[in-house]
C-alpha cells in the first residue's frame, strides 16, 4: 500500500512539473490560410495547426520562457506574421482593428505587457504626428517615449518581456555596472533564462570597459598591412587623448558621426588628441575609399572581419558607432561620445 501512494505521488509531481510550462495558442484571423506555423527565433519550426474559418489551436510547453513567430505560411506567401512571447498559459492571437497589418496578442502576462507598450507608443506616436501637436507638447512626448521602455522594465520583472526590453532597447546606454545592477533586480526565475544569462555574461565583459577602467590594447593592420597596437598610440608622449573609434564604411550612423570626428580632430589634435579608428569592415577596398573620400586624417585599422575580432568581444561591441575616450595614463574617462559631445568634452579637457 506504502508503495502504491508513494508511486501514486510521484505520478502527481510528474503530471504537475509537465504542465507547468505548457502553453496553449488560440487565434481568430481572417483570411487566413489553411495552416499556421510556429517557429522559434533561428526560424526551427515548433508546430503547426490547421485552420477552420480563421480559427485556430496550438498546444505545447516551452524549457523556459521565450520568442516564437506565429504565421500562415512557411514562405513569403503569409498574410500574417506575429510575434509572440511563450510562456505558461493561454495566449490569444486576434486581429487588431486599428492596424490591418498587425496582431494582437494577449492572455499571458508577457504578452499583454507587450501588446501594452506597442500600443502606448503607437499612441505617443501619432499624437507626435498630429499637425494639430504644440511644440511644447512634442517635447515632453519625446521624453515620454524615451521613459516608455525603462517603465515597462520596471513593471516587468517576473516576465520574459521585461528581460527582453532591457536587453534591446537599454542595455546599449547602461554601463557594465547599471546593466548588471538591473539584472539584480529580476526574480530569481527570469534570471536563469537564456536572455537574462546571455546578457549578464555581456554586462559582465562590458564592465570591464567602463569608465575609470583600464583601457584593453587591440591590435590590427594599418592601410599597409604593418600590425599597429592601441598601446603604441597611448604610450606616445604626444596624445593626451586618444578616441578608440569603432566604425565601417557600410554604418549609417558611423558616417553620420565623420563630420563631427574630422571637426574635433582638425582643431585639437596638435594639442594631443588622436582618434585610433578601428573599421569593422569585410572589404578593404570599400574601408579605404571611405577613409579617402571623407579625408579621415587620422590613424585606421582593420583585421576586415566585421564584428568577429578580438576587439569586439573585449569591448562588448553590440553596434556601431562605438568610441571610448582613453587618456594617457590608459583610463577610459568617457565612451559613445556623439555629435557636439565629443567636441565638448576634448575642449573641455584640453582647454
Known amino acids: 500500500m506504502k508503495k502504491i501512494l508513494i508511486f501514486a505521488a510521484c505520478a502527481t509531481l510528474l503530471a504537475s512539473c509537465g504542465s507547468k510550462n505548457q502553453y496553449v495558442i488560440e487565434g481568430k484571423v481572417d483570411g487566413a490560410n489553411p495552416v499556421v506555423y510556429l ?11 490547421t485552420v477552420k474559418e480563421g480559427a485556430f489551436r496550438l498546444k505545447g510547453e516551452a524549457q523556459e520562457p521565450q520568442i516564437a513567430i506565429l504565421r500562415d505560411a512557411r514562405d513569403e506567401n503569409a498574410t500574417f ?37 506597442a500600443d502606448a507608443g503607437y499612441r505617443l506616436i501619432m499624437e507626435y504626428r498630429d499637425s494639430s501637436t504644440t511644440e511644447e507638447r512634442r517635447a515632453a512626448i ?7 521602455a525603462h517603465l515597462a522594465v520596471e513593471q516587468n520583472r517576473n516576465n520574459l518581456f521585461g528581460a527582453l526590453l532591457l536587453a ?33 555574461a555581456h554586462a559582465q565583459a562590458k564592465q570591464k570597459t567602463d569608465v575609470g577602467q583600464p583601457f584593453i590594447d587591440v591590435t590590427a593592420q594599418d592601410a599597409d598591412g ?17 578616441l578608440l573609434d569603432f566604425w565601417a564604411s557600410w554604418c549609417g550612423p558611423c558616417m553620420g558621426e565623420v563630420p563631427y570626428l574630422k571637426q574635433t580632430y582638425d582643431e585639437f589634435h596638435k594639442k594631443g588628441f588622436e582618434i ?12 579605404l575609399n571611405a577613409v579617402k573620400e571623407n579625408q579621415m586624417n587620422w590613424i585606421h585599422v582593420s583585421s576586415l572581419d566585421g564584428f568577429e575580432n578580438q576587439s569586439a568581444k573585449d569591448y562588448a561591441i553590440q553596434g556601431i558607432p562605438a568610441n571610448f575616450l582613453i587618456d594617457h595614463e590608459g583610463k577610459i574617462v568617457a565612451k559613445n561620445l556623439r555629435g557636439e559631445e565629443l567636441y565638448n568634452k576634448i575642449a573641455e579637457l584640453l582647454k
Do not use: C, H
Open 168 to 200: 534591446d532597447q537599454m542595455s546599449y546606454e547602461l554601463s557594465g555596472k547599471e546593466l548588471l545592477d538591473e539584472i539584480a533586480l529580476f526574480s530569481p526565475e527570469m534570471q536563469q533564462t537564456k536572455v537574462l544569462v546571455n546578457l549578464k
Open 276 to 287: 585610433f579608428g578601428y573599421s569593422y569592415d569585410n572589404n578593404r577596398d570599400s574601408w
Open 142 to 148: 519625446e521624453k515620454e517615449y524615451e521613459e516608455l
Open 81 to 117: 506574421t506575429a510575434m509572440l512571447l511563450l510562456e505558461p498559459g493561454t495566449i490569444q492571437v486576434s486581429d487588431d482593428p486599428d492596424s490591418p497589418m498587425r496582431k494582437r496578442v494577449t492572455g499571458t502576462p508577457a504578452n499583454d505587457a507587450s501588446t501594452e507598450y
Open 226 to 242: 604593418k600590425e599597429l597596437s592601441l598601446k603604441s598610440v597611448v604610450e606616445n608622449p604626444a596624445n593626451k587623448y586618444i
Open 39 to 49: 517557429f522559434d527565433q533561428e526560424e526551427n519550426l515548433l508546430d503547426s495547426a
